[in-house]
């Protein structure tokens, strides 16, 4: 059994395209010269460096006419480094035919090879591949947005537990079962599985486990079958699994959106922690302290976690404070759960744009990295701190995200604790002040990274030129020499 959870999405949200697609097209006259027809391809990216690994990001359709191509083994090797999905080569005006050492070395490294004709342009090629991608993107949005309808739908009936088991099998063309805390199949719908793979698929779910801070999903393999379970939010340790012989793009949105409504459908009506929140929060709304409707909820101190990624699904917010045990969250531009099970949470599957997050937790509660995220934590506070807290955990983030740490926690004292925050704060605004917010955050991140123009256009997701013409901008509205240790000690600092 292999268990695996999803990386920070470093690829364009449109689904990938696979290679095959594109030799398909007889209008392009592309031709497989060696390595396999069956890559995938994100994007497409032309460059005539005689290097071109620090500009890749990995699954791109590299092209090139060789116009810097010495060595081709060499070559071959950074590009399958930089992790390309394959390489296209145009002939003429500098080769009339692809190199033979070019070919022998893609075929040696496995890396697939096209020869372009002279008749086809590199934009056309460009063209073709993202009129698939938004093809493919179109034809899984439809997707998605017919399977919420039809759970939906499922749902309404008389027996809505099965009936969203049953739609969800038929979606995925597999079979989807709800499996008791002990690992026992409360219901099921879809064909039968091999009794290795209902084994695998009950493991799986132990791994969920009940305890707060747990996975909200694991996935593995057996019996020639996908298989992945789901916690679902009821809180009494329900999971659905879900086997199917393949996983195309929008199945993980899909059966998410059976997670939220089976845990609606097996949640109590209302459970005491339910009315302690709300006792809480109308204390707060007639004038009680923070402390007082702080003391209903836990006796604290408390801990403030700031987190940005997820998988873009509507449900990503709540997958996150479910592992980290805690029902206190709040998600940037969140809507009713009816919402996030329309055609607005479908199209939320395809957005670039991560999701942001802020969550409180008892102090006694262990925050962890979680596949995805970036997490930021404050120190432990008390209930009239959290506003600093809540500052500490904005700070940590940064820091994450520019260091692309998984996790990063607020350091307490330093240097930094030596100064009076209010004049501090009062010094790092005035010598801040010529610098907009974009030309703020390149800096932070320039300087986490030590000055390292790639990591940082990595980070921030830009060209390294344009990192380097914001840095020299930031030094000339500064009117400092970003060289000297004790300007960039002193912005560090400022830039909090």
């Not at 695998?200 to 694991?218: F, I, K, N, Y």
Request: hydrophobic fraction near 45%; aromatic fraction near 4%; include cysteine.
């Amino acid at each position: 059994m292999t268990t695996r959870h999803p990386p920070p999405p470093l690829t364009p949200p449109a689904p990938p395209v696979p290679l095959a697609a594109l030799l398909a097209r007889r209008d392009l006259g592309l031709r497989l010269l060696a390595g396999p027809a069956d890559a995938s391809l994100h994007w497409v990216h032309t460059s005539e460096m005689a290097d071109p690994y620090p500009y890749l990001l990995g699954g791109e359709l590299l092209m090139t006419a060789g116009v810097q191509l010495a060595d081709p083994a060499r070559y071959v090797e950074r590009v399958v480094e930089a992790g390309a999905a394959a390489l296209a080569f145009g002939v003429t005006p500098v080769y009339d035919t692809v190199p033979a050492a070019l070919v022998e070395a893609c075929a040696r490294r496995g890396l697939p090879l096209l020869e372009v004709p002279p008749r086809t342009p590199f934009t056309a090629v460009a063209r073709a591949v993202w009129r698939l991608m938004a093809e493919a993107r179109l034809h899984e949005l439809r997707r998605v947005t017919e399977a919420q309808q039809s759970l939906a739908t499922a749902a309404a009936r008389p027996a809505p537990v099965p009936a969203v088991l049953g739609a969800l099998a038929a979606r995925l063309g597999g079979r989807a079962v709800l499996l008791a805390p002990d690992g026992t199949e409360s219901a099921a719908a879809g064909r039968e599985v091999p009794p290795e793979a209902s084994r695998t698929l009950r493991e799986l779910a132990g791994v969920l486990g009940p305890r707060p801070g747990g996975p909200a999903s694991a996935s593995g393999e057996d019996g020639g079958l996908r298989l992945a379970a789901y916690a679902l939010g009821s809180g009494d340790g329900l999971a659905l699994g879900v086997a199917t012989e393949r996983r195309d793009p929008g199945d993980h949105t899909i059966a998410g959106v059976a997670v939220v409504l089976l845990s609606l459908l097996t949640a109590p009506h209302r459970g005491a922690d339910a009315a302690v929140r709300d006792g809480a929060l109308v204390r707060l709304l007639l004038g009680a302290s923070p402390a007082e409707a702080a003391a209903a909820l836990d006796p604290g101190p408390w801990t403030v976690v700031h987190a940005r990624g997820g998988d873009g699904t509507p449900f990503a917010a709540a997958d996150l404070a479910a592992s980290l045990g805690t029902a206190l969250v709040e998600a940037e531009g969140a809507t009713a759960p009816e919402k996030a099970l329309g055609e607005a949470g479908a199209a939320r599957v395809s957005g670039a744009a991560p999701t942001s997050v802020r969550l409180l937790l008892p102090a006694s509660s262990a925050v962890t990295a979680r596949s995805g995220w970036f997490l930021g934590t404050s120190a432990p506070a008390a209930a009239e701190d959290l506003p600093a807290a809540d500052r500490q955990a904005a700070r940590a983030l940064r820091r994450a995200e520019a260091t692309r740490s998984a996790l990063v926690r607020h350091r307490p004292g330093g240097l930094a604790s030596l100064m009076d925050p209010d004049e501090a704060a009062a010094h790092a605004r005035t010598l801040l002040a010529p610098l907009n917010e974009p030309l703020r955050e390149t800096l932070r991140a320039w300087l986490s990274l030590h000055g390292n123009w790639d990591r940082t256009a990595v980070a921030l997701d830009v060209h390294r030129n344009t990192v380097r013409q914001r840095v020299t901008r930031c030094a000339t509205l500064l009117d400092r020499d970003l060289d000297d240790p004790d300007v960039r000690m002193e912005l560090w600092f400022a830039l909090g």
